[in-house]
């Protein structure tokens, strides 16, 4: 009887063993840029989005510009990457697998480039730069709680390159005010896209 029960005991524990080898290799911790962690910050995103809404309706900023024009210089692929796979709903829509970490990663990119594109212009030749400078800051401000809630690795830093093109604004005020607002109105374009992708993530439609 002493065998058969210490028997029974070594197949149990044998099996403890195997189910929790099973369980540590089947569940691996996932490292890096998570669509858990970005979604985590879709009211952030959207705080962008209004900023970016209230800023090229502002008067002062924008002095003095009349123009729907939309421009994107940003090398990131974030329509693309971020695009829903043929199972959604959704009207543009990709042959290939979604990818999270694609998708996340050309957001952190647009974030570089459009904070370098800001945080260049607020040391031009602005109009009224005790007016101008803080509210283009409140921009910076979100974009950078952002890349650090969304970042790449652990310490709240990436590995994308800061040297992204930024433009130099060296026309006239109201040259570089012209310029400035349709990249804006570009960034809120692409804002739009990106908080439309937080919602495709977080649905898990691209799991199913």
Not at 18 to 46: I, N, Q
Request: aromatic share 8%.
């Amino acid at each position: 009887m002493a065998f058969g029960n210490f028997y029974s005991a070594s197949c149990l524990i044998l099996l403890l063993l195997s189910l929790s080898w099973r369980t540590s290799t089947a569940l691996p911790v996932r490292t890096g840029l998570s669509g858990e962690k970005c979604a985590d910050s879709s009211l952030l995103f959207e705080k962008l989005l209004q900023n970016i809404t209230a800023l090229l309706n502002d008067t002062e900023l924008f002095h003095r510009i009349d123009t729907d024009a939309a421009v994107v210089i940003s090398q990131a692929e974030t329509v693309l990457a971020c695009a829903p796979t043929q199972n959604s709903t959704c009207m543009m829509q990709r042959n290939s697998t979604f990818s999270e970490s694609e998708c996340l990663g050309n957001i952190m990119k647009d974030l570089v480039y459009y904070s370098a594109v800001i945080q260049s212009y607020t040391n031009s030749n602005l109009r009224l730069p005790e007016t101008e400078v803080p509210l283009l800051n409140s921009t910076l401000e979100i974009i950078r709680s952002l890349r650090k809630s969304c970042s790449l690795m652990p310490n709240g830093e990436n590995n994308i390159p800061e040297d992204v093109g930024a433009p130099k604004w060296e026309n006239s005020s109201y040259e570089n005010r012209q310029q400035m607002f349709k990249m804006m109105k570009g960034f809120q374009v692409r804002t739009i896209t990106i908080n439309r992708a937080l919602g495709y993530i977080s649905s898990g439609d691209h799991r199913k």
